[in-house]
């Protein structure tokens, strides 16, 4: 299946800064899934991007898929505690090779 | 609905032992998936199916196996435990799309550790 690089592998941030987590491919991507798992829990589906450029928002969550749709952001404006977790940007196009997550991006808040 | 649910929650094992991790679905989804995860390494794919009789191969599938008999259940059989396997495990399903994948709902994870 389709692969992504994503960085920063940690990220610490102080309380309401910004943080930002970037996916990048070689190779044009159908479709991309965000996904938080929280410290001891499961990883919960965020958010599907399917078109060039496109830009959703969750409240402080802004999700972007890149222009060439060979990357993708996750930005968080004002961190807070609840924040805390693995983002991960599983490509979700192509078919039935199986949706391959790798190893996200941890998010440390101190507070 | 219970959506994804997975048993057991813990479980230790001697090397050398098998046993199943169990997985159940009650959403009706074709495709279901077992990952494990390891500090570090992520998600790793170990086997998936696409629908009751087909299964196939992830990233990470030595050591495991996988059937799919029904639509709702995909247990992972350990033939033969070993230290290495120790980790988390998720099952997760989802419905299929001809062009892609859907949300994938993940159970809450069995925490397996081989002594």
């Known amino acids: 299946g389709q692969q992504v690089m994503q960085i920063p592998q940690y990220q610490h941030v102080q309380e309401g800064e910004d943080f930002t987590t970037y996916c990048n491919s070689s190779t044009t991507l159908s479709n991309i899934q965000w996904y938080k798992q929280r410290p001891g829990g499961h990883p919960v589906f965020l958010i599907q991007l399917v078109k060039s450029g496109e830009v959703k928002k969750q409240k402080r969550l802004t999700f972007q898929f890149g222009e060439a749709k060979k990357n993708s952001s996750l930005h968080i404006t004002a961190t807070q505690t609840t924040d805390v977790g693995t983002y991960f940007c599983p490509p979700s196009g192509g078919g039935a090779d199986g949706l391959t997550f790798g190893k996200g991006t941890h998010l440390i808040i101190q507070p | 609905n219970a959506g994804v649910t997975q048993t057991p929650k813990f479980q230790v094992l001697k090397t050398g032992q098998s046993m199943t991790l169990q997985c159940a679905q009650d959403?009706?989804?074709?495709?279901m998936s077992w990952y494990r995860q390891d500090p570090g390494m992520g998600l790793r794919l170990i086997h998936y199916?696409?629908?009751?009789?087909?299964?196939d191969q992830g990233e990470v599938p030595n050591g495991y196996n996988v059937s799919r008999s029904t639509t709702e259940d995909f247990p992972l059989r350990l033939l033969s435990a070993a230290p290495s396997q120790t980790s988390v495990y998720f099952c997760?399903?989802?419905?299929?799309?001809?062009?892609?994948?859907?949300?994938?709902?993940f159970g809450p994870g069995t925490r397996l550790t081989v002594l």
């Open positions: 997760a399903s989802s419905y299929s799309l001809g062009t892609g994948f859907d949300e994938q709902f």
């Open positions: 959403m009706n989804h074709e495709y």
């Open positions: 199916s696409v629908g009751a009789g087909i299964t």
